[in-house]
């Protein structure tokens, strides 16, 4: 069995993904995994893997990595009717990318001042069983966020 660390794609404080205000992410709709109440300003890329789909708005992505496991960052909840309002694409879908890597520039002021929740679930949805999420605050491409057994 393989384990894959998932570091932390912005800075800030876990969030068990229970207590996220949004049904699909709090009931696990979207996947397992946990949220982020980012203070940071750029969500980087939190495995190694190909950047499989990124929103022109900016306001989530998703990686596919080995072993068919596949996450989404999901910066902020119903930030997609902000259309990148608040979000700056910094990397391009297709690429590949490191843990690390800078993906999206996020506003976290200029989002809650148009009235959006900040919360940000990272989330599993492909192979695998997440162990070991971590609590407390996180860096951003450093501290591992959560463990996926594969």
């Known amino acids: 069995m393989a384990e894959i660390h998932v570091l932390a794609p912005i800075d800030g404080t876990v969030v068990p993904l229970e207590e996220v205000p949004d049904e699909v992410f709090a009931q696990k709709m979207a996947g397992d995994g946990v949220a982020i109440d980012p203070s940071g300003k750029v969500a980087v890329a939190p495995i190694s893997g190909e950047l499989v789909k990124l929103f022109p708005g900016g306001h989530a992505f998703g990686i596919a ?11 902020g909840l119903d930030t997609i009717e902000l259309q990148g309002q608040g979000f700056k694409n910094i990397a391009t879908e297709g690429q590949h990318v490191e843990p690390g890597t800078p993906v999206v520039e996020f506003d976290r002021a200029k989002v809650e001042a148009l009235g959006r929740s900040v919360i940000s679930p990272v989330v599993s949805s492909g192979a695998g069983t997440i162990t070991r999420k971590a609590s407390g ?7 591992v966020l959560f463990v996926i057994e594969v």
């Open 137 to 143: 605050t996180v860096r951003a491409g450093q501290d």
């Open 65 to 75: 990595a080995a072993h068919d496991v596949e996450l989404i960052v999901h910066l």
